[in-house]
């Protein structure tokens, strides 16, 4: 008799970290919101209440009207065990005072997602052009910020003999991309880490993986500083360039996140996943014909674009 497949994932007792959840509109709280929809207890944090603002929003002024602490209520308020710490993950005591919350407060640690990255900033620009701060800041972040993180969970997840970290790269990571001489770096060096590590806990039930994505609708989609710019016109111009017909959001890094942090991922580890709606074409779409309303399809009557 064969063994059935489990028809879901749930994540019932289980306790996890999802770093950079300060913003509304991030990935950080669409991961989150998605791993708490399936049972997980969860340890939010980011380096400023607010999450870290790049060029665009700091030009602008740009404040979100919530942060950490109001998510982690949000989440509380729908049943979900939720702690907010602020943290800087670059930062070794922020990194162990997260680790102390984790375990005073559940005694284990079944899923980290190493979500937090440095906003994007004075780096975007040619070699010759990236002051060495700006350089530094991405290492400092997004590749040693990852390695602490993981550094400091890893005991916890071996003495269970199970874990999932789920490190958020990016295409960037994978493939060419201009005046992101040091950001691809970063994210290279995090994929690079993602799998040198699946080799050395895989043994413990803990599985390593990298996603990466591509073009997501968060404010940091935008860096253009144009106080008049249509942000939604302009996310809607560039998806008319992907093959799915849209950018990416949220809820699509938080799906492939959820499912890569269940039991049911227990053979997948060691991978860089790109999630790209099929990657930007250099050339134009063919698009389907726009469908008249109430036309019959066969698809419930869905129109194109719904």
């Known amino acids: 008799m064969t063994e059935s497949a489990p028809i879901s994932a749930p994540l019932d007792g289980q306790v996890a970290v ?8 991030g990935m950080g709280q669409g991961i989150a919101r998605a791993l708490a929809a399936r049972g997980a207890s969860l340890v939010v944090t980011d380096r400023e209440a607010h999450g870290v603002a790049n060029d665009r929003q700091r030009a602008l002024g740009q404040v979100p009207p919530s942060g950490l602490e109001e998510f982690a209520e949000e989440l ?7 702690v ?34 440095a906003p994007q900033g004075a780096d975007r620009r ?28 890893v005991p916890l997840m071996r003495a269970s003999r199970y874990g999932r970290i789920v490190n958020i ?10 005046f992101s001489v040091a950001y691809s770096a970063s994210k290279a060096a995090v994929i690079g880490l993602t799998r040198a ?3 050395d806990v895989g043994p413990w039930g803990i599985t390593v993986n990298a996603v990466c994505p591509g073009l997501v609708a968060t ?22 360039n992907i093959p799915v017909g849209r950018v990416g959001r949220p809820a699509d890094i938080a799906a492939l996140v959820a499912y890569l942090a269940s039991e049911e991922a227990g053979y997948v580890t060691g991978q860089a996943i790109p999630i790209d709606g099929g990657g930007l074409s250099a050339f134009p779409l063919r698009q389907p014909p726009v469908r008249k309303a109430g036309e019959n399809t066969g698809d419930g009557g869905r129109l194109a674009g719904a």
Do not use: W
């Not at 509380?76 to 939720?82: L, N, V």
């Not at 989609?221 to 809607?236: F, H, K, R, Y």
């Open 84 to 117: 907010a710490v602020l943290c800087d993950i670059s930062h070794r005591p922020d990194v162990a005072r997260v680790m102390d919350t984790v375990r005073e407060r559940f005694g284990r640690l079944d899923i980290l997602v190493n979500n937090a990255a």
């Open 18 to 25: 999802v770093t950079g959840c300060g913003k509304p509109d």
């Open 197 to 199: 590590l699946s080799m």
């Open 76 to 82: 509380r308020a729908a049943g979900t065990e939720a």
């Open 219 to 240: 404010s940091r989609a935008i860096l253009d500083p144009s106080a008049d710019l249509d942000v939604e016109q302009t996310l809607a111009q560039r998806g008319r």
């Open 126 to 153: 040619d070699i010759e052009e990236v002051p060495d701060e700006a350089f530094d800041l991405l290492i400092d972040v997004n590749v040693r910020g990852t390695y602490a993180m993981c550094s400091a969970a």
């Open 169 to 178: 790269s990016s295409m960037a990571g994978l493939s060419a991309a201009p």
